[in-house]
């Protein structure tokens, strides 16, 4: 007899000499080694629409609301504002048009710039001003 057989009597209970055989395990079983279908497009549509919904709320929400803050702020421009380019020049505002602001950068000059609307990053408050 070799040590095969011995061990498998041992494992299912009978004796060294006794062939036994074996069934095959039903494949429903849980214990079952066989492999499962990949998932469907189906299975990952409510996991890339989660990531998808994700990105927005992260990413593009606050950029849009962002914006709407900055075209809201650039609205509401008026004279003798004081102001702060997207450059850093620091001035009071002059003349507001459609597409342009006169800003004088120098009192003692009355030095004037003109800049695009877009350029204004920033209206200044009063504690910013003294700073």
Do not use: C
């Not at 036994?20 to 549509?45: I, V």
């Not at 102001?83 to 507001?96: A, E, L, N, Q, S």
């Not at 120098?106 to 004037?112: G, H, I, Q, V, Y």
């Amino acid at each position: 007899m070799d040590i095969m057989t011995i061990m498998l009597a041992q494992e299912t209970g009978g004796q060294a000499g006794e062939t036994t055989t074996t069934q095959p395990s039903d494949p429903a079983q849980p214990g079952d080694q066989t492999q499962q279908n990949p998932g469907s497009f189906m299975d990952l549509a409510p996991m890339f629409l989660l990531m998808f919904a994700v990105m927005y709320f992260i990413l593009f929400r606050p950029q849009q609301k962002q914006r709407k803050q900055h075209q809201q702020m650039l609205d509401t421009l008026k004279k003798n504002d004081r102001i702060r380019t997207i450059g850093g020049i620091m001035g009071t505002v002059v003349d507001v048009k459609e597409t342009e602001v006169v800003v004088k950068v120098d009192e003692s000059n009355n030095t004037k710039m003109h800049f695009a609307r877009n350029a204004i990053s920033k209206v200044l408050t009063e504690e910013e001003i003294k700073k």
